[in-house]
């Protein structure tokens, strides 16, 4: 069964610096997606891709967020300036489009910033 | 999106039934009931959706009544890999792009 892939499955970093997650989506999916969800706390949407565009993002999605999608395959997540509360799972999930439903989501990449 | 209203925690034992049920007063005439599961440290999985009456799949089944105010999502059997956080979304996923809200969702123990 086709899988949306994330790397790293952990990263570390300092407050302050720059940081990127990685996506592979599943290959012929059109809608992308982030979101993130602080320990012991619920699912949030940060922002949805289509057709190389941002479609929505949320309150949290500031000017230190950034999304892109570089090639056909991958989608990626820039956090400019780390802070203290961006540490949470950083979720990426993909969506066929048309008719279809269900959203696949990643496993998963943990963020800690110190 | 609709509010929904799903209890915090559950508890049951290998073997049985669960039903966890969900309420959604707001539900829109275009709003279809999803639920997802997510396990620890994993993003959550779509397990199933309807619009009304009932849907089965080989996981779950989802009951809507005619009003659609409320569903319950029916897990047969369960068993310790049951044991996980289960959401209830509201919205209108006939299709095309669909952001999740996830609310707190219900956290299943199956217990031996």
């Known amino acids: 069964e086709p899988e949306v892939t994330q790397t790293p499955s952990h990263q570390v970093t300092q407050m302050g610096q720059e940081v990127i997650l990685r996506c592979v989506p599943i290959s012929n999916h059109l809608y992308f997606y982030w979101y993130r969800q602080i320990l012991g706390q619920k699912v949030e949407f940060l922002v949805s891709f289509y057709n190389n565009e941002i479609s929505e993002k949320s309150e949290i999605f500031d000017d230190q967020f950034s999304v892109e999608r570089p090639d056909g395959s991958n989608f990626t997540l820039k956090i400019r300036s780390t802070k203290l509360e961006d540490s949470a799972m950083y979720f990426c999930a993909s969506i066929a489009g048309g008719s279809s439903y269900e959203q696949y989501f990643g496993p998963g990449t943990r963020l800690t910033v110190t | 999106l609709a509010k929904t209203t799903q209890p915090i925690s559950m508890d049951s034992y290998e073997g049985q039934e669960v039903n966890i049920t969900c309420s959604h007063n707001n539900i829109a005439t275009n709003d279809y009931i999803t639920w997802y599961q997510q396990f620890p440290s994993q993003g959550p999985r779509f397990i199933i959706q309807g619009y009304k009456t009932k849907v089965t799949n080989e996981v779950a089944s989802l009951f809507i009544p005619a009003d659609r105010k409320s569903s319950t999502l029916s897990l047969p059997r369960v068993s310790l890999s049951d044991t996980a956080v289960y959401y209830c979304?509201?919205?209108?996923?006939?299709?095309?792009?669909?952001?999740?809200?996830f609310g707190a969702g219900t956290r299943l123990a199956v217990h031996p």
């Open positions: 979304l509201v919205g209108a996923f006939s299709g095309g792009y669909n952001k999740l809200i």
